[in-house]
């Protein structure tokens, strides 16, 4: 009995002291205040230098009325947003980069399992994928018109082709880098077959599929807008609304339209890093003492 | 410092060693039958163009119900050894038997997944093989006492200490049913204190269930305080250079002058051995 006495005093006192409640709301104010005012002051950075460029009257751009200053730009997104086809083009955009991610998804899927678990498979394509990442997307698109015409599908080949390899990739990369230790543990446990992959081996290559999955979209967010400029089609969209705006040089509506892509993908980009950070924090991987 | 042959009884070879306990057991009039034995065991790995000899011809038996330490500098085979008994590498040549007994293992690492809650963690062992859901939850509730862990089912491993960590690991090992148990310098990790406090519960766990353990440590103090036999191997390739047994007479400090005694006699065998590798 003295030894579990001493041994429960030894795990309290290595559990550590509990966390303190009560100020929470106050810390959480503390938080955002502490992440938001760099960026506050990124954006008054660049606006301040718009707003310079505005007034040097560059070329006599602002005298022609070709350039305008940041002031005009909220009110025209709010107009775009209320009277014009800005939310119909959203919609159509957001719809396209859903069934293009999701179409990447699957198909990543099944390539990054495919190749990690058949050798010859992993030595004839995998550096094919890592390959196919580099390629710029937008030298895809005269093969894409050619094969799928001035068409939807034309635009979801490449964002397909822009994000799967990314999707791929972080899988194969998950399974590779399965700790051996857990595996030994997993094998000793007697996992066998689906199990050990349905117990260990996708749990264990979780945050590596987080992680392409996360550069996946950013791939699948600029094909998707590359696409939508370059491929001639009908309708509102985001890619539409910039070539409208561009050939009636109506330098407002370009940025504020570039402004509602810009957001869009950060939203989601952001999506992804919280998952991240759900993750390593379940895991144990973020270091209180660094702040992350 | 040297002990008398009273306590501890001379290096002899294995097969004499064994040949002997046997021997013994019979005049007891009981015959414990092998839970692990080795006959003649070599594992060569290749490493390029030469050929590394990790073990070279090892044999010797752990009785059921013994706890056998293995000890040996660097090189000396000890985790290919246990790799080997645990079935997940196979000897180059020789024989490696079980005699059809479960075996676990628990590493130096934890290696718990750091996905799963410490009660989780030992669930998953249960559901591997097979342990019916009803039954699951009392048992993880029952294993987590055993390692006196209760309360702790729904941490993540990182939010446990390190000997906290490795008992769970313990519990997970248990939860396989094993009948041996390999431990492959479990305790290594962890400061003396915990490590103290842990070999007493290691103790007290295997007289509760009849464990088998073969226990590999590069620690004399610990093999002289866990074993009932001590098993020293040489370094590249692994033999069995000494065995030495370890009365039991009421319970075993890690201070105590006994664990010293034989403790000194495993240190002076080693250095001999290390010695052979300085010239």
Redesign the interface.
């Known amino acids: 009995m003295a ?2 006495q ?3 005093g ?2 309290n006192l ?2 550590g002291p509990e966390e303190q409640a009560g100020s929470r709301a106050s810390r959480m104010a503390r938080t955002a205040w502490t992440k938001s005012w760099p960026k506050l002051l990124a954006i008054a950075l660049v606006l301040g230098l718009w707003q310079l460029f505005y007034l040097s009257n560059f070329r006599g751009d602002t005298a022609s009325g070709l350039v305008k200053g940041p002031g005009t730009v909220l009110p025209n997104l709010w107009d775009q947003l209320m009277h014009g086809q800005l939310k119909l083009a959203i919609g159509t955009t957001l719809e396209r980069a859903v069934v293009g991610y999701g179409l990447s998804l699957v198909i990543g899927v099944i390539i990054g399992a495919a190749v990690s678990r058949i050798p010859p498979l992993r030595a004839a394509v995998g550096s094919i994928i890592t390959g196919l990442q580099t390629m710029p997307s937008i030298a895809w698109f005269p093969l894409a018109i050619i094969l799928f015409g001035g068409s939807n599908a034309a635009i979801l080949f490449v964002v397909v082709l822009g994000s799967a390899p990314s999707i791929a990739n972080g899988m194969i990369a998950g399974v590779d880098y399965t700790p051996p ?2 595996l ?2 997993g ?5 066998r077959g689906p ?1 050990l992959y349905r ?2 081996i996708l ?2 290559s ?1 945050p590596a599929f987080v992680a392409g999955m996360k550069q996946a979209w950013a791939f699948a967010w600029r094909s998707l807008m590359a696409g939508e400029l370059v491929v001639p089609l009908a309708g509102a969209s985001l890619g539409v609304l910039l070539n409208t705006y561009q050939q009636a040089l109506d330098f407002t509506s370009v940025v504020a339209v570039m402004i509602v892509i810009l957001i869009i993908g950060i939203i989601v980009d952001g999506l992804f890093s919280k998952a991240d950070l759900a993750i390593r924090n ?4 973020l270091d209180p003492a660094l702040g992350t | 410092m040297r002990v008398s042959d009273q306590q501890v009884t001379p290096p002899v070879h294995a097969q004499g060693a064994s040949a002997r306990g046997a021997a013994e057991a019979t005049a007891n009039g009981m015959k414990p039958a092998d839970a692990v034995s080795l006959i003649d065991v070599s594992k060569a790995y290749s490493t390029g163009r030469s050929q590394l000899l990790a073990l070279d011809k090892v044999s010797f038996a752990v009785r059921d119900g013994e706890f056998v330490c293995i000890i040996g500098a660097s090189g000396c085979g000890k985790s290919t050894l246990l790799n080997v008994v645990a079935g997940l590498d196979q000897p180059t040549s020789g024989s490696v038997s079980t005699a059809g007994r479960r075996v676990g293992l628990m590493f130096q690492e934890p290696a718990l997944f750091p996905w799963l809650t410490a009660g989780r963690n030992i669930d998953l062992a249960l559901r591997a093989r097979g342990v019916p859901k009803a039954e699951r939850q009392e048992k993880v509730a029952e294993l987590l006492q055993t390692v006196r862990l209760t309360g702790f089912g729904d941490k993540r491993p990182h939010e446990l200490s390190g000997g906290m960590r490795q008992r769970v690991a313990l519990a997970r090992a248990l939860a396989q049913d094993a009948d041996v148990l390999l431990m492959d310098e479990p305790f290594g990790a962890l400061d003396a204190m915990t490590r103290d406090l842990l070999h007493d519960e290691l103790e007290r766990i295997c007289s509760e269930r009849t464990l088998t353990v073969l226990f590999v440590t590069h620690n004399v103090r610990e093999a002289a305080r866990l074993g009932d036999r001590v098993i020293v191997l040489s370094s590249r390739p692994g033999r069995v250079i000494g065995e030495y047994l370890v009365p039991r007479s009421g319970p075993r400090r890690i201070d105590s002058p006994q664990v010293a005694g034989i403790a000194a006699t495993l240190t002076d065998r080693l250095r001999e051995e290390m010695g052979r590798h300085g010239n």
């Not at chain 1, 094998?187 to 996992?191: A, C, H, T, Y």
């Not at chain 1, 379940?282 to 991987?285: E, K, M, N, P, V």
Request: proline content about 4%.
């Open positions: 030894t579990d001493a041994l429960l030894l795990d290595e559990a230790i857990l030994r543990a094998k000793v446990m007697g996992l199990a117990h260990l749990p264990a979780l379940r895991w144990g991987l």
